[in-house]
């Protein structure tokens, strides 16, 4: 009965941009509650999200979506024509009172609810896209603590379609709500009943093509899976110790391994061995190949091998290149190449024939079925994983197969003595020899390489010529092209495309990492017929929900699934989506067990309470009133806005100190009036050691404040170590790295190096250095910079150039130079003193006698004209021998 109301109500509810049954449903849970939504890839949740922001649109509202990605911002932007806030602080100020929906970076966010730009009180609610990054920027959470800490109405919202990313961690899920100030969860997985319920109402009519590996390239698969499965098996055997469970070889072919490889080895890194990086190396090396063996043609994977086969990689990887199963591998890489006469006779790519016979054979013949023998106005998209893909089947269909391949053995630079009888034919059709085919052949690659943007595109347009038939398919699929190029796809404006000829369309799933861009695409050309020439989970499930979003009269898509059998391409695939089915059992087991405190929204004072507790001092009971207790000020750390693109100020605030965000030329951090800080992180110390800038930031820190400090922040993520391979710089290693700390010690003796191994410890540091010391000054702080010196530091009198000179000379030290500058009077009188009279000054009879020395002790020098070359000397000296 419950679900049968419920569907009643889904139905009753108009919204502006169509709904699926099952994204209605997703809809009215999220309106009515704050919480987190977690989507399976694929099953967007834009359209959510869309109607959502229309329901707010309205003056009165005031509604911020942060976190979004640079392509959500834009999609959203012109759907709803929003303004962009202006740059200006005060104008930015007025713009929020005027109400509406705006995108604003975190960075910004936090500096203007900081400066009370913002009227937190009246924002109606805040949209958080991408929630799974929440806690790795913290930044999000910083202004959710904000708001949640004077807002206690409106409404937060949070979205992700990342369920993978709440499995790494402990209780990752439980912390991302806690900062997200939500107490619901909603979980929607693929295999949800409703899901599968409303992809069912309408389904394309999908063909799967099973497409075999020639003979060669499943031999050449064996030897790279035997020689993977050798590497992960010494890997696991020479670190017994650590947790290496998901370092498998059935991972290493799947797109997320490089985060696998990073969540379980990052904080170990410094401790490995150099055997054990060279293992991790080559997985990454072979896993390439594999992937290239699948994805590309045979001429680009033995180029790709062939750089492998060199003495200079033999001497730095860990020795699989020695075993039975390498030297077949190169064997057989070459035989897909050249024959047994050693002439280019390169295989050809199974899937190329295939999607050859289907764009010249099958699918003109089914469209002539329908429309009575007319291929006008036919679309066929062709969906490839990436830009390389995409370029290379451009290519293979406009150049025809055989020139390709001849055209990309130029490009590799591979040796070609002898071509085989094909090929010959081609040169001879064209009424060439073969030195005008190599300088036609190099002009192509003259212009390629001038067009260098070329291999990035991740769209081309494509039409079928007349002289397409069924009798000349196949010859002109291998030697000539049945296609030719249209143009460019600009801005995704396929509207304008309409022409008589069948158009063909060849796009990535995600062009340039947009995963919005496929369907936009489906909607803007409305296909016919789509060809996944690889395979990708997301992808199918925006193909399900497009054609379900079809109106009734719209011809059902037709759907060509290119898939190899029994592959490293299929299993990776089934790996996909086996790893996101156990991340949301995991996540639905979470659900079960997990236990939220009633405060957690945020809503009442009793979080924040426990969070930060109010500090007290007893007063003197001695005296009248004693038993009254005084609140003490609340710490404040003076912060420069450039320090909000890290995580430490965030940290700082949850830790009960305030921040103060103002632009300061001097330090990063002013804890106390005595007290500045300088943070760098480790690419950043050493990019400033290399310029010398520095050296410039500790002078004026120096000058300024009595305790500069240099603290320096490792990532939490990696080893607390400067040593060996981590310090990845070709300018510095670690040892030159500690010498240039060494130095700057030495000019700044005041300086105090402090090393942080993450923000949080720093925000520990800060919390202790806060104690008992009063706040800093923002007006001082301000009023200071590196050519205007404070006015009530030691060095008012002082010329800061004679001030750096004379700390330079010998004798001089941290505590005695301030008195030589004030009864010095100048360098002029400095010199005239007697070395008592010096003593007397600097309070030490051996500094008095080291500083007097050098001004007054002339140094002795050899006479060159006496003393003979020790050089010449020794010659005269064989010379009288002789």
């Known amino acids: 009965m419950e679900s049968n109301e419920q569907s009643d109500v889904e139905q009753n509810i108009e919204t502006k941009y169509p709904l699926l049954p099952y994204e209605k449903q997703i809809l009215i849970d999220m309106f009515e509650k704050d919480a987190l939504l977690i989507i399976a890839k694929g099953l967007t949740y834009n359209d959510i999200v869309a109607n959502l922001l229309w329901i707010h649109n309205d003056p009165a509202n005031l509604v911020l979506v942060i976190n979004s990605s640079e392509y959500e911002e ?49 924002i109606t609610g805040i949209v958080v896209l991408r929630a799974h990054t929440v806690l790795e920027s913290c930044q ?166 062939s750089k492998y086969r060199t003495p200079e990689y033999a001497k730095v990887n860990s020795g699989w290149i020695l075993l039975d199963s390498a030297e077949q591998l190169f064997r057989l890489a070459k035989a897909r190449v050249y024959n047994n006469n050693n002439e280019f006779n390169p295989e050809s790519s199974p899937k190329w024939k295939c999607l050859s016979e289907l764009l ?31 370029y290379q089947l451009n290519n293979f269909l406009t150049m025809g197969e055989s020139k390709y391949l001849f055209y990309t053995a130029f490009r590799r630079d591979l040796t070609i003595t002898s071509m085989a009888a094909k090929y010959k034919k081609i040169n001879n059709k064209s009424h060439m020899n073969t030195e005008n085919k190599d300088k036609e052949i190099k002009n192509e690659l003259d212009e390629e390489e001038a067009n260098a943007d070329e291999m990035n595109k991740s769209n081309y347009v494509l039409t079928l010529t007349q002289t397409a038939t069924k009798n000349n398919s196949d010859s002109k699929a291998a030697n000539e092209s ?88 299929e299993q990776a695939y089934l790996t996909a989506l086996r790893r996101e089915k156990q991340a949301f059992e995991l996540l639905i087991q979470a659900k079960s067990v997990m236990v939220i405190p009633s405060y957690q929204d945020g809503k009442t004072d009793e979080y924040f309470n426990m969070n930060v507790e109010e500090e007290v001092i007893q007063k003197d009971t001695r005296k009248a009133g004693g038993q009254t207790q005084v609140t003490k000020e ?128 720093t925000a520990e540091l800060f919390y202790e250095l806060k104690q008992g010391r009063k706040n800093p000054n923002v007006e001082e702080a301000l009023a200071l910079s590196g050519d205007n010196t404070a006015d009530d530091m030691n060095y008012e009198r002082c010329n800061i150039r004679v001030h750096d000179f004379v700390q330079k000379l010998p004798g001089i030290t941290s505590k005695n130079i301030t008195r030589v500058m004030n009864r010095g009077i100048s360098l002029d009188h400095l010199i005239t003193l007697t070395q008592e009279q010096l003593a007397e000054i600097m309070e030490n009879k051996n500094e008095a006698a080291t500083l007097y020395s050098i001004l007054h002790v002339k140094p002795k020098t050899t006479d060159t004209d006496k003393a003979k070359p020790f050089g010449k000397k020794k010659f005269e000296k064989f010379k009288n021998l002789k």
């Open 74 to 122: 834009k999609y959203f932007s012109e759907k709803f024509n929003l303004t962009v806030l202006p740059t200006n602080g005060n104008e930015r100020e007025k713009t929020y009172l005027e109400g509406g929906i705006y995108f604003v970076s975190t960075r910004i966010l936090v500096v203007d609810l900081l400066k009370n730009r913002v009227p937190v009180s009246n």
């Open 140 to 305: 999000e959470a910083f202004v959710l603590r904000l708001y949640r800490q004077k807002n206690k109405t409106g409404f937060v919202k949070a979205f992700s379609n990342s369920p993978i990313s709440f499995t790494f961690g402990y209780h990752q899920v439980e912390k991302v709500m806690r900062a997200l100030f939500v107490t619901e969860l909603y979980l929607w997985p693929r295999f949800h009943s409703t899901v599968i319920k409303s992809l069912k109402s309408r389904q394309a009519e999908v063909i799967e093509l099973h497409v075999s590996l020639t003979t060669n390239m499943g031999l050449i698969q064996t030897c790279l899976l035997d020689i993977m499965n050798y590497t992960v098996k010494q890997l696991k055997s020479i670190n017994r110790t650590l947790d290496m469970q998901e370092i498998t070889t059935e991972n290493c072919i799947t797109k997320k391994f490089h985060k696998i490889l990073q969540s379980q080895l990052d904080c170990v890194w410094h401790q490995l061995s150099t055997r054990t990086k060279e293992y991790i190396q080559d997985l990454k090396v072979l896993r390439t190949m594999i992937i290239n063996l699948i994805h590309d043609d045979s001429v680009s994977f033995y180029a790709l091998v």
């Open 360 to 390: 010249t054979d099958e699918i003109p013949r089914e469209v002539k079925k329908k429309n009575n023998d007319s291929l006008s106005k036919t679309k066929i998209l062709i969906l490839c994983q990436d830009n390389k893909s995409c």
């Open 482 to 569: 049945v296609f030719e190029p249209l143009s460019r796809v600009e801005n995704l404006d396929l509207t304008q495309l309409e022409t008589d000829k069948p158009i063909i369309c060849i796009q990535t799933f995600k062009q340039n990492g947009n995963y919005m861009s496929l369907g936009q695409t489906l909607e803007s050309l409305r296909p016919e017929y789509v060809v996944l020439f690889h395979s990708d989970v997301a992808a199918v499930r925006q193909l399900e929900r497009h054609e379900c979003r079809k109106p009734p009269r719209e011809p059902r898509l037709t759907v060509y699934f290119l898939v190899h059998d029994h592959t490293v391409e």
């Open 634 to 761: 609340k710490p404040i750390v003076i912060v420069d806005m450039r320090e909000f693109r890290s995580d430490l100020p965030a940290l700082l605030h949850k830790n009960g100190i305030n921040i103060e965000p103002v632009t300061i030329t001097i330090g990063d951090y002013i804890v106390t009036p005595d007290i500045c800080v300088e943070r760098k992180s480790i690419s950043d110390l050493i990019g400033s050691l290399n310029s010398g800038r520095l050296y410039a930031q500790c002078t004026h820190m120096c000058r300024n404040y009595s305790r500069p400090i240099l603290l320096i922040e490792f990532d939490q993520n990696k080893p607390f170590h400067l040593q060996g391979n981590f310090v990845v710089s070709t300018d510095l290693s670690g040892a030159d790295i500690q010498q240039k700390l060494q130095l700057l010690t030495i000019h700044f003796p005041r300086l105090k190096l402090v090393w942080s191994p993450s923000p949080y410890a």
